[in-house]
């Protein structure tokens, strides 16, 4: 019914950027809360950043003035600017969103299957 696919990825070194990009597709009427989240090696998923359809953003504390989130509600696009990259900001990366597809009024949570992020000390 949906499908989120994310991109951008890969190795840097600490002090670098990334662009992380997530599209969603699929028959898709309407895209609600739009998100990225984080999974550590060893660790549990994480919150990192959430935006409205409205544009409200949200972060996680430890990556506040260092990322940024924003989407594109034309393209069912969320994005993830990734600046002064730090060795703990490793992990993979998954894009995250609320949405109704033409098959269902309700509201479904779907995810994507991650991009992976090393950052180099």
Known sequence: QAQLVESGGGLVQA???LRLS???SGSITSVNVMGWYRQAPGKERELIAIITGGGRTNYADSVKGRFTISRDN???A???QMNSLKPEDTGVYYCN???RTRFSSDLMNYWGNGTLVTVSS
Request: with cysteine.
């Open 78 to 80: 969320v994005y993830l």
């Open 74 to 76: 034309a393209k069912n």
């Open 15 to 17: 002090g670098g950027s």
């Open 22 to 24: 997530c599209a969603a």
């Open 97 to 99: 969103a609320d949405l």
